[in-house]
């Protein structure tokens, strides 16, 4: 009976493998063809393997940038009886890591169901939490303040509550991209491999596509469009984090309290940094609903969109508090900024953010694991 019970659970095993199962199963081929060893870091890194084990695929899954060159260059592709389809099987892993790997565990789950309509649920609840909090104490219209936000909310309470939420998300991340780190033991880094890492990071070095040419979206033709729709959606956010950081020195050790001038560096590193958020995430909302769906894993578009369009709907209130900052609407304009952010935040560690962390520790393992000997000798380092 045991033996009955085996066969029959590696027989489906066999008609419907995991994720992981499946990813082994076409570095294998790969490992045997080779054509697309030159197209990105992932195929380098195959060819010092013969087996892939579960360390293994969540390694190579997270280095793929899912550019799609791999796919279209593949004679063993679809509908061949290989059925070969790099971007879709990774794609399909790297959720399985997030959720894996998620802290608190229980949370991964979160990962299957954070769509757009958990994402702007979650801000629109905040909203009408501020709002009822505003209309409370009187304030929902409290006259031009002069761009001051803190007449409408106390900074204090602002800090503590959005700093404590922000805390236990990148806490949350952190501690989720330190388990993967543990589990593919990448070895000590150096410097250069640190610096190689970074340089591949801040560049997007991968979303070039198989020669430079940029990514295939929807078809088999070459664009470099994701890749700049990516440059300006990471800047924004980090200008827009570098405005924060400045707001913060300001406040806390030069004594110099908001409302800033519109030629201040915080406001002029925010508004940049909001227009790159505008157009960056814009961009990838057109290109990922244009997108082919053999290129990734469709089931988790709702997590992709809900994502992009938190980042967009962030950057147009905060231009527009910008805005209407010295009117009578700043306050309805500082609540929606407010409960979009919110929403990231509480998202953030349980959805599409979580792909740059876990991306830039498969590009440190990366850096690291070309400066060792390949014992294999089956590759060109």
Known sequence: MQKLDALIEEASDLANPSPEKEVARIMQICNACRYCEG??????????????????????????HNCGACLHACQYAPPHDFAVNVPQAMARVRKETYIDFAWPYTMGQLYQSNGIAVALGTSIAIMGFLLLALTLNGSFFGGVLDGNFYAVF????????????F?????????????????????????????????????????????????NNEDDAFSLWRRRFHHFTFYGFLLCFAATSVATIYHYFLGLHAPYALNS??????????IGLVIGPM?????NMRRDQAHGDITQRPMDRAFILLLLLISI?????????????????????????????????????????????????????????????????
């Not at 197209?39 to 793929?64: K, Q, S, W």
């Not at 961009?283 to 290109?287: C, D, E, H, Q």
Request: glycine content about 12%; some cysteine; proline content about 4%.
């Open 283 to 287: 961009g990838l909302l057109y290109l």
């Open 265 to 274: 560096l915080p406001v002029v590193l925010g508004t940049l940094g909001g």
């Open 167 to 215: 805390t236990f998300s990148i806490l949350a991340i952190l501690i989720g991209v330190m388990r993967f780190w543990r589990q593919i033991t990448p070895g000590d880094p150096s410097g250069a491999a640190a610096a190689e890492a970074m340089h591949d990071v801040l560049s997007l070095k991968y979303l070039g596509g198989g020669h430079g040419e940029g990514c």
């Open 317 to 381: 209130s905060g231009l527009g508090l910008l805005a209407y900052r010295d009117t009578v609407y700043m306050s309805i304009w500082l609540v929606i900024h407010l409960g979009f952010v919110m929403g990231l935040f509480l998202t953030m560690p349980y959805g599409k953010f979580a792909h740059g962390p876990f991306r830039a520790a498969a590009l440190l393992k990366n850096a690291i694991e070309k400066r060792q000997k390949n014992t294999l000798q089956l590759g060109s380092d």
């Open 154 to 165: 106390p900074h204090n309470t602002l800090v503590l509550i959005f700093g404590s939420v």
């Open 39 to 64: 197209f990105c870091a992932v195929f380098p890194a195959m060819t010092r393997r013969i087996e892939f084990g579960t360390a293994d695929v969540h390694y190579l899954a997270n280095l793929c």
